[in-house]
């Protein structure tokens, strides 16, 4: 099993990236996905989520309106469109797979934002 981020970086205040997961060694399209992240001295926190098919997504407050998760099945793999960034948005961010007992996690990828 593997999840490989990619996408991070340094990035202005104000700006956008985007991070990828791209998943293997399980079935992909029957796991629910999520992105978290953990800032330095933080505990580490669920960023956005979205079901196994794309149908439901969540967020949380303070990327609301900003983040976008989204999945393409064919291609093993999920994303996270995110714009508007903040310096508080500076964290390692974390891809997660999750079905029934099963839950995996990617190696994490920097995103850092300043001027």
């Known amino acids: 099993v593997q999840l490989v981020e990619s996408g991070g970086g340094l990035v202005q205040p104000g700006g956008s990236l985007r991070l990828s997961c791209a998943a293997s060694?399980?079935?992909?399209?029957?796991?629910?996905m999520s992105w978290y992240r953990q800032a330095p001295g933080k505990e580490r926190e669920l960023v956005a989520g979205i079901s196994s098919r794309g149908g439901s997504t969540n967020y949380a407050d303070s990327v609301k309106g900003r983040f976008t998760i989204s999945r393409d099945n064919a291609k093993n793999t999920v994303y996270l469109q995110m714009n508007s960034l903040k310096p508080e948005d500076t964290a390692v961010y974390y891809c997660n797979a999750r079905f029934l007992a099963r839950n995996y996690w990617g190696q994490g990828t920097q995103v850092t934002v300043s001027s």
């Open positions: 060694g399980f079935t992909f399209s029957n796991y629910g």
